[in-house]
């Protein structure tokens, strides 16, 4: 049975899907944006956080440390530390669990378990199990028998994509996912380029391919301020996702900051400088975009 | 609200709380002209309509629903024969900083020269503490259990459909049918039946007195009232004072009058828990609406005018204020009158009508503090209903809170009831089940979970006081196992329940022979048939609570002891209880450990919540199917109102990393900020009790607004209640509000006087709270989505 690295388990997850769901999150993702509200789904290794508001400070995660020198001071033992091999003492350590490793080695079956927790909430709600990231697609395997399993326990299935991944994988989990999540940043290859550090061609011509042949793709389209809120480029979006047949219904995620406090516990540079939400008018003026092409536009969800 | 019910509820919310000394004048009077002519029922029944005939009676400008138990609105009177205030106690109601009675000289007066001086001795309370023994009042001391009875009577009822087909004179009728079914030749207590029966019949008069004098006090303001339309309501209003409670009520407007009468009769008569509740309004009141619309009598918007001006009784109603240390337990205007509203017929369909919607709305833009309300969801009610209530709900006032219907049911059959009267009955209070109009279900006070656990940790010595309070069950240094532990705990709790249930039946039996309610037995089942008094076992159901409190707790202490002294073995039993001593100093540390890396009740975790399940059979196994003193049995509820704050400042440091003095879990909630998994975790891990073994269990969920926002939002929550309800879960309430907001509130109380939030089981003013328990509130877990 396939292993996977898994970064967070949300419950009562409103906002990934129809109904109560659970969202698995899957760590690693093939691209770089800079609005990113979850940086620590990044990278597909293991990492080291610490939450400020809850380190007191006391120095036991450096007395845990067998690598740990005088350099190291006295508190809070550095998160950048190229000695580390990840022996989990420090961690094991930290009374008030500030230090933490994001990204978790779980099983289908443990993942299962977790999942089938919230199973008397998702009956009548018609929710389910929502797949993200990161970039489920990232841990392909992984992803389909975390799918197959879920199918098999009756649950419906919810796969939230980037879109960056082989054809041959996003098709080969089409027939088990109820429902697509796909994102679509930004239409102009150059600007996808410099705000995501990859090329978009790929996300589109598999979107394409998808919506021929599966029948419930919501588009995602992070609502970014000077990034992609431009009419020209919103009206591209639109024209695009409104093309694509399988696609049903376009939802509007106005950029927030939650992923500040993030960055800034994993050692990263936040890139966006003081960049605020979008106004609410905005919001809806981009809905309206999307209506324009006969989509079903909603903000957020 | 039109102008009229916008200007009546003005008035109730500006108007400041005072104390009347009127009718502790009047019962002294009383009393001290007639003690001794009469049998006790008689004595309460004469006291009662002296009270009737004398009290000052108000009338207020605009008052569609008339009468007050004070002289006016929000003057609260005492009970003195119950618990007589010191001179002391007024002036500290007076002066203390949240929930103060305004005090004037005047009421001095009269409680030094006249009611101190004949009371003092004599009350229930002055008595019952001569008669209780020395242990139970050292463990009531140290804060193991309160006791409700020690300054109110029993009470905590609520009344069925029976006033809305049945007038005081039909209730006579009956009185006087089972005078004559006496049997003086052979029953020996024909003589005693007589006199309870004289002591009905002579309440049912008193309140058809009451009433009549407000007809006189309506026509006499009629005579010099210059607006005609004032003068014809006035006239309007006599007529139905002319008419109610003497008849069954045939309009809405003698309905709504008619049950006002009542409850103030109820909480005249004596000073009953919970004050008094129409139960499920909005079934009673649709024939009379259904009627008035048919016929053209009545309109929607007339029909919530009255339903408004009728709520702003209540509101005007604060709670008569407390002696001593309940003051500090449950300091509070609420009284608690939860109407029900939705729910089952008694035939099992839906209950939920009209009238629920105008109740509803009514809820939404009155926000008052009282009355409570709640809704009563069942598998059978439309979704349009519980999102109705959740749109009301997420504004944010703490109202309604939510129960369970069938599980309501299922908890009433266990005990016996017949399934009818079961979806008759409903919550009342803040959770508690009962059978509406056939029931005494008495609540005997909260008990200290946790300090038990305290106990059982040093060997039954109260560590705040050195005293030995309970049995010796070990020293903790010398437990090699968990099974060790718990069992030391059960030991002390056995002892404290038996102390606990000991006390209350004494005092039960104090009140069934000396402190009848006289009134309240005529509207409940079957007191005239058994011609018996409501507090002594008259009603056709009798069920006696222990109100458990601190399970949440409970559960993380235990999970931190098993989990780091036996199976991690990092910290002895012996070392941890050190650190308890010293209140975790210089040991914080170990302290974080054990609040942030153990296994904590609330996250759906089965290491800690079968913890919690121990402590509840435990509780249940200890303390259901005792025989209470009037026939029925005692059981369990998990509800603290705010009990919790007070338990907590009599505990020391304890293993779930609580400080000495830091308030405990309330209800069946987890510890403030130890649930981490989100809601549906919090649900799946109070769903594994088996509520329908209790009286009622509590649970709070604090929500950001921005979780209940849109239309999808409130579907999601919708279905989050109705899982929970599938688990059997009893009642769930929320807080829709942010930290932000309460620590504004905090701040500049002046601007936020209006903030209402739920505590625990009632909603009460934030800024009346006391700091700590406004603390309490903004830490419980706000539970954010990504």
Known sequence: MAHGLVFNIQRYSVHDGPGIRTTVFLKGCPLHCAWCHNPESISPRREMVVMETRCIGCGECGRACELADAADGEGCLPIQNGRCTWCGACVEACPTAARQVIGREMSVEEVMRAVLQDRVFYEDSGGGVTFSGGEPLMQPDFLAELLAASRAAGLHTTVDTCGMAKIEHLLGIAPLTDLFLYDLKLMDEARHREFTGASNRVILENLQALGLTHRQIWIRVPLVPGVNDDQPALEKTARFAASVPGVRQVNVLPFHRTGTPKARRLGKADSLGDLAPPPVAAV???LDVFRQFGLEARAGG | MNDRTAKLRRQSLDTPPSLSAERARLITEFYQANAGRYTVPVMRARAFLHLCEHKTLYLGDDELVVGERGPRPKSVPTFPELTCHSLEDLRILNSRPKTWYRVDSECLKVYEELVIPYWRGRSMRDRMFEELPLDWKAAYAAGIFTEFMEQRAPGHTVLDDKIYHHGMLDFKRDIRAAMHRLDFLSDPHAYSKRETLKSFEISCDALMLFAARHATLAREQAATEPRPERRAELLEIAAICDR???????????????????????????????????GHLDQHLLPFYERGLADGSLTRERARELIECFFIKFNNHPAPPKVGVTAAESGTYTDFANINIGGLLRDGSNGANEVSRILLDIVEEMHLLQPSTNI??????????????????????????????DTVVEEQLRQGKTLEDARAGGCSGCVEVGAFGKEAYILTGYFNLVKVLELALHDGVDSRTGLQLGPTTGDPAEFGSFAELFAAFRAQLRHFVDLKVAGSRLIERMYAEEMPAPFLSVLIDDCVLKARDYNAGGARYNNTFIQMVGLGSMADCLSAIKEVCFEQGKVSLKAMVQALDQNFEGQEVLRQRLMHRTHKYGNDDDYADNLMLDVFNACFAEVDGRPDARGGHYRVEMLPTTCHVYFGSVTGAMPDGRLAGMPLSEGISPVQGADRSGPTAVLKSAGKMDHVRTGGTLLNLKFAPNLVGSEEALQKWAHLVRGYFKMDGHHVQFNVLTAEHLRQAQAKPEAHRDLIVRVAGYSDYFCDLSFELQEEIIARTEHQEF
Do not use: M
Not at chain 2, 380 to 401: C, E, M, N, T, W
């Open chain 2, 376 to 405: 009563q969801l069942s598998c059978k009610s439309p979704d349009d209903f519980l999102q109705h209530a959740l749109r009301v709900i997420s504004r944010g006032y703490g109202f309604p809170s939510i129960f369970n219907a």
């Open chain 2, 244 to 278: 109610v409670p003497a008849h069954a009520p045939v309009t809405f407007h003698e309905a709504l009058q008619y049950y006002w009468f009542c409850h103030l009769a109820v909480i005249t008569e004596l000073n009953g828990w919970d004050s008094f509740n129409p």
């Open chain 1, 284 to 286: 809806e003026a981009a």
